[in-house]
Structure formats: C-alpha cells, structure tokens
C-alpha cells in the first residue's frame, strides 16, 4: 500500500508538486499519468526518499523508505537507465545490491532468469541495450521479492514484444497481490495495463480513482487526460 | 539486526569498489610504485647514503612509501566518484547512486560503510606494500640502511588510511573525483602548495596533506612534528572533513 498525502515540492523558485495526494493499493495496478514535466518522477523520488518535499509525506506501508530495515524486501524501484556502473557486470552489479539487503546470492540468478537476462549477465552494463537496461533495473527492483513496485516509465526504450512482456509481468504481479505503481505519459500503454490511474498536471492531481471513473463520460482514457490537462494542451 | 545491517552494508561497499576496473588502478598503482621506486633509485640512494648527503638514514627505507599513496587516494576518489558516473548514453541523468540511495537509504550509515570498506582495502593494500618495500630495500641496499622499525611501518600503513579516507571525503564534498585528484596529486607530487607554505609559516606544515608524513619519516621539510602528533591532528583533520562531507551528502539531493 502507497499513501501519498499533500506532498509539495519547491526546487529553486518553482513548485514542482503542489499538494500532491493519492493511493496505490495491493493487488491493483495503479497508472500514474501525467505529460513530460508534470512531476511524476519527481513524486516517485519522494517516495523513494531520494528528494525531500516541503510539505507532506509520501508512505510504503505506513512508513517512510528511508525508515525501512532491509528496504529491497519492502519495496523495488525502476527509475531512468539500469542504474547499474557501466563497467560492471549485470551479475557483479546486482550481486552487491544483493549483499547490502542480506538477500542471498542465489536470488541473483533467478532475477536474471525471470527478465530474460541470464545469457548476458556476463556483459558489462555500459554496453546493454536501451531495453536490456531496463530489464536489468527491473532485475534489481524484484531481488528482494518485495510486495511492492514502484517503477518510472517501465515501458520506455521497450519494443512491442517487451511492451507486452513487461504488462503481462506486472498484470502478474499484482495478480499476486503486490501493489504496482507505475508512471508513464502512454495514454494507450496504460489503458491497457492499469485498475487505478491518477493523472497529474503541472504539479497537481487533477483526476484519481479507478479507470471506469476517470475515463468517463470521455470515449478513451486519452480524451479524459486531455480534457483534464486543457489548459496545456491547446498550444498544440 | 543493526549491526548484521551494517555488516551487510560494508560487504556491498567492499564488493562495489572491488568490481571496478579503475579501483583495481588504484590497487596496483599502490602495490607496485612503492617497491619499483625502491628498485630504481636504489644506485642514487647508495651514492647519497656513502657520501654523507642522504640526511637521517631510518628514514631511507621509508621515503619511498611516500609514493604509494597515490593508490590509496584513488580508491578514496574512486568510492564516491563511481557513484556519479553516468550509466550510459541512453538515460545520461542516471547515476549508481540512485541504486545505492534505494538499497540503502540511511545517508550517514551509507557513508560510514564505505569510509569502513575503503580503510580495510587501504590498509591491507599498505600493510602488503610497506612489508614488500622495506624487504626489498634491505636486500637492495643491505648495510647500508639500519633495520626498519615495525612501529614505523604501522604508522606508514595508518597514515595511507587516513590519506584514503582525507580523498573519500574531499569527493564526498565536491562531489567530483578530478577536484580531489587535482588539489591532492598536485599538492604532493609536482608543486606543494602547502610546502611552500611552510616557508611563510610554520603553521602551514599542519594542513593536512602534509603533516601526516611526519607520521612515519623523522625529516620533513623545515618543521618537527612528533609522530603521534601528526597522527593526531591528520585524524583530526579526517574526522572534521568526513564529517562535514557526510552532512553535506546527508542533506543535498541525490
């Protein structure tokens, strides 16, 4: 369960979020929706504990990230790249993630098994493909088996056949009762893989609830967003 | 659970700099100047010693070690540096850090593993350097030189440590290892900003990159510092600028 509640963010003299709130719960895939810009992953680096908001709070099960003991096992993130140093291995790079979580060496290769990376764990980082690297971030959201996913534009850089993996594998997930939070500006993408969406805009939520709801009166989910996001979209 | 916690942290640390080709640079280079410097000066050394101009002979065996610190202030750089590297061409904003920052989201206790992972391969790294250094100048220059003080060594591997640790938190406060390399490299090796200091004031000798050599050799420049007071103020000096780094990595965005 992801509770996100009033989180405002000021970076320099700009209010990235203002007041941004939402859940994300177990056994649901939650889209979080929003154009370039509009401060998606700038929540999720709250909730990560990598920035610090202003105001609000952003929780995994009722706790901060950075309060966790062992926080692979509680939660795993896909942000931007593989986040792996490109001289390393996919397996040395996710064997050190591995260490520093107690988690057993043995996860490691069934992580790379799991995304399709197993023949290439020998293969320096730097030289993974763009779709490669996200697998390999995914490798390393998933070692600690957590009950939660918190991934940033998971879909990016894939081709059609790892566009569909990738919603099938997380469709799984939260079969299994795992709460998934994903980001994307993929209108289609995300019509076609989340329960939940909350759509953000310059910094607010403008719209939350399950897909039915948000989608509306509106013939698709992309007429709904444009319609809640107007005051951009006209430029166009 | 805290302190299997920590252990698990210093494991990951200690794996991170070991799997990385330009730590393992700075490994060799430790390992290896020491000992060559040893074997290619050897013929000067002998002439200066035999002819009364090498100053205090104790100190002979030990002025090579001097050069191996180039090692341990490249694994110091190395430790933070790495974390800022960008992982390619297709997300050029994406760092390790934020992979590091998830695995292990207590800032301070972060640091500290690392400053733990790099003092144990800096410190294993000298030990095995001071020990090859010193074996090898007495097989070189035999008589010559009197027998070297363990003491002496312990406090040439200790004094490596802290140059480490003084690199660690330079990168950590600028974040940028070509900062640290340049003021700490140049400073030690080509002009000494800080020898040159000391010919305007004595104070100069305790900055930090130079008062720890008196930790292990008796003739330093113009100033005499006991070596338990360099060691004293080196750690002192180490301590204030980590501490410092820690804060600034503890508050800034990752």
Redesign the interface.
Known sequence: MITVEGVTRVRGRTRILHEVGFTARPGRVTGFLGPNGAGKTSTLRVLLGLDRPQAGRALIDGRRYAELERPLTVAGALLDGSGAHRSRTARAHLRWVAASNGLPKGRVDEVLELVGLSADAGKRAGRYSLGMSRRLGLATALLGDPPVLILDEPVNGLDPAGIRWMRTFLRERADQGRTVLLSSHLMGELAETADDVVIIDQGRVVSAGTLAEVVGDHPTLEDAFLARTASRGAAW | ?VK??MV??V???L??LL????AWVGLLLGLVAAPALVLVSAGGTRRAIEEGIAGDPSDTAFQPLGIGLLGALILGVVAVS?EY????E??P????L??T??????RYRLVAAKAVALSLLVAVQGAITAVATLVLTEVVLGPLVPPADPGRAAAAVLYWVLLGLLSYALTLIFRNGIVTLTVLIVNSSVVSVSYLLTKVTPLAAYLPDIVGAHMFLNEVGDVDIAPLTAGLVMTAWVTALLGLGAWLFERR??
């Open positions: 659970m299997s916690g698990n942290l494991q990951a640390e794996r991170k799997w990385l080709p330009t790495s590297t960008s992982t390619g297709d997300a904003r994406a760092r390790q934020t992979t920052l998830t695995a292990m989201p207590r965005e990752a």
